[in-house]
């Protein structure tokens, strides 16, 4: 087998694994708050990366970060997991699951957006074109194509789905100076993550199990979510000749995404759903044509 197949291999089962969190994080809150999903997921990530690192023979880079390396981990880690999942599970708990995928699946373009007062990026007429286009999906989606009235069907899950893109998008902006090895960083990020999910916790809920299922639908998002499919990825994209070969596997997510969610969730995936979401990939592709405002290891959710 090829490198390159190889990375094809790597990115389709990131892009499966990718497919199935937004029912994963739907199932899991019918049993969990989102604070609870999000320390017992936190807890998985953290010793599956720390597991990873120690069979890659990687844990002596740990060593290597300075006093500032690791302020900025810390930083991060405020961000992504803690304050991300924290709002997107919420998201995901007021949302149906085919609502809060799409949403969350703006990143992109909010990205190129914030690029420009914080990296004082240009953008291009392209991508104006390609934000609309996305924007328009969303709107299809969350009025359920009653774009007229503009009733929206959760206005406060809506603005949290969206919200969630904007903390993801600085996540990737001040994570882009970061030359580190990224699954060490990673690590870092979600280990000075966990004590503010779990003052979280303490505060806002309590450390309870109510059903088992819960429990197991956690450490499938703290495993493959938050773990495995970020180094899968990472390894495709490694393997590849060029990155465009496989990160535009990507756009094949949200779609077996919605069939994971009619399947297991149960919901009636709606005709606004679907329009809406072309609506979203179109211009996420769009945007491909234009200027990259940064570069990043490309990750969805």
């Known amino acids: 087998m090829t490198n390159q197949h190889k990375a094809y291999l790597f990115a389709a089962m990131t892009v499966l694994l990718w497919s199935t969190v937004a029912s994963a994080f739907k199932l899991s ?6 604070i609870q999903l999000l320390f017992f997921a936190n807890l998985v990530s953290v010793t599956t990366l720390f597991a990873i690192l120690l069979i890659q023979k990687k844990l002596y880079l740990l060593r290597t970060y300075s006093r500032r390396d690791l302020m900025h981990s810390a930083m991060l880690g ?4 803690f304050l991300y999942y924290l709002v997107l599970f919420k998201a995901y708990d007021l949302l149906p699951a085919q609502e809060a995928q799409p949403l969350n699946y703006t990143w992109a373009i909010t990205l190129t957006l914030l690029s420009i007062p914080l990296l004082k990026q240009r953008i291009a007429t392209r991508q104006f074109l390609a934000i609309l286009i996305s924007y328009l999906g969303v709107v299809i989606i969350s009025t359920r194509g009653d774009l007229l009235s503009l009733r929206f069907s959760n206005a406060t899950g809506v603005a949290l789905a969206l919200g969630s893109t904007v903390i993801w998008a600085l996540y990737w902006i001040y994570n882009t100076k970061d030359q580190k090895d990224p699954v060490a960083s990673l690590f870092l990020n979600f280990l000075f993550g966990l004590p503010f999910v779990s003052i979280a916790l303490v505060v806002l809920s309590e450390l309870r199990i109510e059903h088992t299922l819960g429990l197991v639908g956690a450490a499938y998002v703290g495993l493959f979510e938050m773990s495995i499919a970020f180094v899968l990825w990472l390894n495709a ?3 590849a000749r060029t990155t465009a070969s496989v990160a535009n596997l990507i ?3 949200p779609f077996l995404s919605l069939i994971f969610i009619h399947f297991l969730v149960g919901e009636k995936i709606l005709a606004s ?3 809406g979401l072309m609506f979203i990939v179109a211009g996420n592709i769009l945007q491909q044509f234009g200027k990259k405002p940064i570069q990043t290891a490309a990750v969805v959710d």
């Open 251 to 253: 756009f094949f997510s």
């Open 237 to 239: 994209l490694r393997l």
């Open 78 to 81: 405020i961000l992504n997991p």
């Open 29 to 34: 809150l019918r049993y969990m708050d989102p």
């Open 273 to 275: 759903t679907l329009v």
